[in-house]
């Protein structure tokens, strides 16, 4: 599963912008725009319930408009897999959602949620929609997320990207390369993403196990001091440098 790294850029904070003020700036449509001209893979947006950023009138307009993969997170709720099924994103990564949280806070439990997971992760596969489990990076979950039959996890960075100490970032960074290896080794795809900064994302990209990026909030606050473009320019840089050292 070695090879290029792709990069999923998250679009969910224009709108968190936008919807400061109302009306219709930023938009978020062209801020995936942008990421498409500064060579994003392709673009994620999250569909909270309570709507706190992207709205549905947003992943309508990104499905009809933006020639780039839709990645939509979403909860494993009734309504939301209505969404999906409606506007037949490329990929759906479900993803655990409390209201009260300010960000997504650590990964799915897959295995504790078995259940309940198991006929989303169905009817959005039946449906055609690539399946990806936001997880933290432990053995036990991608276990899980196989079981599932999902064919795509996504490793929660969190942890590795808050550690505080060179120690316990070694530590945490060693979680998550063990982590895509085993993916790997049970027929995984392996994404990973929450976090990751220009001072962060180099160590997670060497992992040659790891397929793809997805970072969102670091980019946009970038982006208000020298622009979205040469944000995602400098990560894909970032990136692609770690990936071709890290091949040697």
């Known amino acids: 599963m070695s090879g290029d790294l792709r990069l999923g850029v998250n679009i969910d904070h224009v709108a968190t912008i936008r919807n400061a003020r109302?009306?219709?700036?930023?938009?978020?449509?062209?801020?995936a725009q942008v990421a498409a001209q500064a060579g994003a893979d392709g673009i994620t947006a999250h569909l909270r319930e309570?709507?706190?950023?992207?709205?549905?009138?947003?992943?309508?307009?990104?499905r009809?408009?933006?020639?780039?993969p839709l990645n939509l997170e979403m909860a494993a709720t009734e309504e939301m897999l209505a969404v999906a099924l409606r506007h037949a994103p490329h990929a759906a990564c479900i993803v655990p959602e409390k209201r009260e949280e300010r960000t997504t806070e650590g990964g799915l439990d897959a295995k504790g949620g078995f259940d309940h997971l198991a006929p989303f992760v169905a009817r959005l596969g039946d449906a055609g929609?690539?399946?990806?489990?936001?997880?933290?990076?432990?053995?036990?979950?991608?276990?899980?997320?196989?079981?599932?039959?999902?064919?795509?996890?996504e490793l929660h960075t969190g942890a590795y990207c808050d550690a505080t100490g060179a120690a316990e970032r070694l530590v945490q960074l060693d979680r998550v390369r063990r982590?895509?290896?085993?993916?790997e080794a049970i027929g995984l795809e392996c994404h990973a993403g929450h976090g990751?900064?220009?001072?962060?994302?180099?160590?997670?990209?060497?992992?040659?196990?790891?397929?793809?990026?997805?970072?969102?909030h670091f980019l946009i606050g970038e982006a208000i001091f020298g622009g979205l473009e040469a944000a995602i320019l400098r990560m894909r840089l970032l990136m692609g440098e770690a990936r071709a050292a890290a091949k040697g």
């Not at 009809?64 to 780039?68: G, S």
């Not at 933290?136 to 079981?147: C, F, R």
């Not at 990751?196 to 969102?216: K, P, Q």
């Open 22 to 31: 109302g009306g219709a700036h930023p938009d978020p449509l062209r801020a």
């Open 50 to 62: 309570d709507r706190r950023h992207i709205g549905d009138g947003d992943i309508a307009r990104l």
């Open 64 to 68: 009809a408009e933006i020639d780039l």
């Open 129 to 153: 929609i690539r399946v990806s489990l936001f997880i933290e990076p432990d053995p036990v979950q991608l276990d899980a997320a196989k079981a599932l039959g999902a064919p795509v996890v």
């Open 179 to 183: 982590a895509a290896a085993h993916a």
């Open 196 to 216: 990751l900064t220009y001072g962060t994302v180099e160590a997670v990209a060497a992992i040659s196990t790891i397929r793809e990026l997805n970072i969102g």
